[in-house]
């Protein structure tokens, strides 16, 4: 699906150029529900987890302010509705969530930061 790959890296490069501008590490972005499986309608949003070790320790509120604005320049420039979720390293590899648990069974990674 060219469009599906179209997304995929208009968004990885956004979420890049944003979190690079804010000294943020990028460490995971999953892509997950109705984009990840290639059926949405046309009122679905994409779902993005959106995983940073800078998140670590810090509540809902701190995460919104670290990264205020991301959300609104995506709909902006893909013309589409967005669920962006945050969450640390820690949290997405120890997390039993439903969210998580489903992102890792049936998300498909769109960015995955190198080990060095």
Request: charged residues 35%; glycine residues 4%.
């Amino acid at each position: 699906m060219a469009k599906k790959s179209l997304i995929k890296a208009r968004i990885r490069k956004i979420l890049l150029e944003e979190f690079k501008s804010r000294k943020l590490s990028l460490d995971l972005v999953v892509l997950f529900g109705s984009y990840a499986r290639d059926n949405p309608g046309k009122d679905s949003d994409i779902d993005l987890l959106i995983i940073s070790r800078d998140f670590r320790d810090k509540g809902i509120f701190e995460k919104v302010e670290m990264v205020n604005g991301i959300n609104s320049k995506l709909v902006h420039q893909l013309k589409k509705p967005l669920d962006l979720l945050y969450y640390s390293d820690l949290e997405w590899k120890r997390s039993r969530s439903l969210i998580i648990n489903t992102a890792k069974a049936d998300g498909e990674i769109i960015h995955q930061k190198s080990r060095k």
